[in-house]
Structures are given as structure tokens and as C-alpha cells.
């Protein structure tokens, strides 16, 4: 499975933009990116996914760079619900639906 | 529409007895994945089952099986438990089993407590 890379740790203050990155160097031409964020004690939940595109809904928006080795989870406006566990995933289109998590990026939200 | 639903919630067990854990998916959704979820990392893959077949296996010892059923839930088997097996175990659901892009819906999860 391709491996993401991600910081351990961001901080935020509440209503101000968050950027998440995450690295994906080795990603393959049939890898998606997808997030999914875990709040405390609760299952993870979908955030969003892209492929080359930049793509956006309610919840936040991905930014990929152009060469796909890198991407940004961008939440517009950070509430204190944000703080979570967020995992960058690659997932191949033709595998299972396996989700290979890492250890993600905690985001604290400050009020 | 409720969510996925598993249970129990929170479980103790000894060393060397057996665990079923359950899950029922989302209403259409006939893609069930387990979940093991250590504390303080990422949930690791274990299975997953699609239209009651083995779709997926993740890298676990032959302790771990699991089966679903006509009605799409599914059962996640633990035997002769060992200490390291304390974890959360999450069950996730997707409309599909794969070859695609569906997001998968998880459950709040079954803590287990393995003394």
C-alpha cells in the first residue's frame, strides 16, 4: 500500500481556515486521496476524496498538487467539533475497500 | 436511517476465551469491513465480506474469522484471546465491495478489555 505522510500534531483557533497536509510521494496513477477524520470516542467518518482535481463539499476541501505527491485538507472555518484525528489515505480504485489508516494529524482547535 | 450499529459496546474477557462481536450495516449497504484499533494509532484492516464472501484480509492470525449473513450483518470471531488483542474493533459499511470510490460508514465500535 502506498504511504502517506503527515505531521503529528497542528493547533488552530476557532473560526480561522485549518490546513492539513499530507505527503504521498510514492502515490500510483489509480490511488485516490481520500480523509477521513475521527472524533473522540467515535468510529472515523468520511471527509472527502479526490483524484486529480481539486474538489470540494460541505464538509471541507482538498487541494492535490499537480505532480499528486502532496495534498492539503483545507476546513474553511475551524469549530471546536473539528478537533479530530484526520488520515490521509490513498486507496487504489481496483483494491477492496480496505482503508490502510496511519497514525493521522490531531488537530486541536483553540475557543 | 440508523447508522451502523454494533455490539456490545464494552466487553471483558481472560485470556485464552473466545469473543463474537456484531455489526449491522446500514440499510442497503452489502459491504461489511472489521476494523482493530489499538490505542493511540490508526485502525488496522482484518476483513472484509462482501455479499457473504471474503473479500479482503488484513494481516491477523487465524484466531480472527468472521462470516456474514443473508441479511448483510456480520459476526467478527476472536479465539483464544491474548492480551494484545484489547482494542477497539470497528465495523464499517459501504453500498459496495470494492472497484469503487463508495466511502465506508463506521460504527462506534466494541472496546474490548482482554485481562
Known amino acids: 500500500d502506498a504511504k502517506t505522510t503527515q505531521p503529528n500534531s497542528m493547533e488552530s483557533n476557532e473560526e480561522e481556515p485549518v490546513h492539513l497536509p499530507c505527503n504521498h510521494s510514492t502515490i500510483s496513477g489509480t490511488d485516490y486521496i481520500h480523509w477521513y477524520r475521527q472524533l473522540p470516542s467515535q468510529g472515523p467518518e468520511y471527509v472527502i476524496h479526490?483524484?486529480?482535481s481539486n474538489v470540494n463539499n460541505r464538509m471541507a476541501s482538498l487541494a492535490i498538487a499537480e505532480d499528486r505527491k502532496s495534498s492539503t485538507l483545507i476546513l474553511h472555518r475551524a469549530t471546536l467539533r473539528d478537533a479530530a484525528v484526520y488520515y490521509c489515505i490513498l486507496r487504489d480504485v481496483g483494491a477492496n475497500s480496505k482503508l490502510t489508516f496511519g497514525k493521522g494529524i490531531t488537530l486541536s482547535v483553540r475557543p | 436511517d440508523a447508522g451502523v450499529t454494533q455490539s456490545p459496546t464494552h466487553l471483558i474477557k481472560t485470556r485464552g476465551q473466545h469473543v463474537t462481536l456484531r455489526c449491522s450495516p446500514i440499510s442497503g449497504h452489502k459491504s461489511v469491513s472489521w476494523y482493530q484499533q489499538v490505542l493511540g494509532q490508526g485502525p488496522q484492516f482484518i476483513f472484509q465480506?462482501?455479499?457473504?464472501?471474503?473479500?479482503g484480509r488484513g494481516n491477523f492470525p487465524d484466531r480472527f474469522s468472521a462470516r456474514q449473513f443473508p441479511n448483510y450483518s456480520s459476526e467478527l470471531n476472536v479465539n483464544a484471546l491474548l492480551l494484545g488483542d484489547s482494542a477497539l474493533y470497528l465495523c464499517?459499511?459501504?453500498?459496495?465491495?470494492?472497484?469503487?470510490?463508495?466511502?465506508?460508514?463506521f460504527g462506534p465500535g466494541t472496546r474490548l478489555t482482554v485481562l
Open positions: 464499517a459499511s459501504s453500498l459496495e465491495g470494492g472497484r469503487s470510490n463508495n466511502e465506508q460508514f
Open positions: 465480506y462482501y455479499e457473504k464472501e471474503e473479500r
Open positions: 479526490g483524484l486529480t
